[in-house]
């Protein structure tokens, strides 16, 4: 269905007075901004920015939408044959070669970052956030799985998928925020990734198995060949 002009105009509006949030809290912080900073820097009423975001926190994370929905959108977009762990791997590797917002390695994520970590309020909004994406993913999966309403495998999967790529993230941040160039950061991400969604796909039942101790060791290979030897000479005989 084709906008029409009316929506047109609301979406641009929302647009635009997002992006001038967006530039006042990189500038001054997400604590130190009031809705009515925004509202006089946007040229609308406070009530104009309030009937767009229920809230400060909406105007920062004006994506929200999109990024619980793109998790179900990998899903349902894998290849004839494709797992789900397979799907989002290569996604993930295609955001990695275009550095690709939805997963953090666009240019300025890590200062978004940043942000975050200096606001408690941002922080419980985005822990917020990703729960609906798990929720998201769980549910979708579970549908595609024809899985029983009861079955906790749908969300099992969806915590262990979602929380990889998270982890891949900040991994990613981390070293941004430390000073290294993309240049340097991309490849050991891309072999770091690999590695997970390997351990993934094949699951992490045998990773940090602890190794056997030299006395269990000995037992468990049996006696030496002396030792049988001697147990056999000390047997008695039949008669």
């Excluded at 906008?3 to 992006?19: P, S």
């Excluded at 390997?198 to 602890?210: F, H, K, T, V």
């Excluded at 037992?219 to 030897?229: F, I, L, T």
């Amino acid at each position: 269905m084709e906008e029409g002009l009316r929506e047109r105009k609301k979406r641009e509006t929302r647009q635009r007075i997002a992006d001038i949030a967006m530039g006042l809290f990189m500038t001054r912080g997400f604590d130190n901004v009031t809705v009515a900073e925004v509202a006089r820097a946007a040229d609308v009423s406070v009530n104009t920015v309030f009937n767009y975001f229920g809230t400060k926190e909406d105007l920062f994370v004006d994506r929200q939408d999109l990024a619980v929905d793109l998790p179900k959108q990998v899903l349902q977009g894998r290849e004839p044959g494709e797992s789900a762990v397979r799907a989002f791997r290569r996604d993930f590797l295609d955001a990695l070669d275009d550095r690709h917002w939805r997963y953090g390695f666009n240019e300025g994520s890590d200062l978004f970052a940043k942000m975050v970590a200096e606001s408690p309020t941002l922080i419980a909004r985005m822990r917020e956030m990703h729960v609906e994406r798990e929720q998201a993913l769980a549910e979708a999966l579970a549908e595609e799985a024809d899985a029983d309403p009861d079955d906790l495998a749908p969300h099992v999967v969806a915590t262990f998928i979602l929380n990889t790529t998270r982890v891949m993230t900040a991994y990613a941040v981390r070293r941004k925020l430390a000073g290294e160039s993309w240049d340097e950061i991309a490849p050991d991400i891309r072999a770091q990734a690999e590695r997970a969604f390997d351990l993934l796909e094949s699951g992490i039942g045998g990773y940090c198995a602890r190794p056997l101790a030299v006395d269990d060791a000995v037992q468990d290979a049996g006696p030496s060949g002396e030792e049988e030897e001697q147990r056999v000479e000390a047997a008695p005989e039949d008669h």
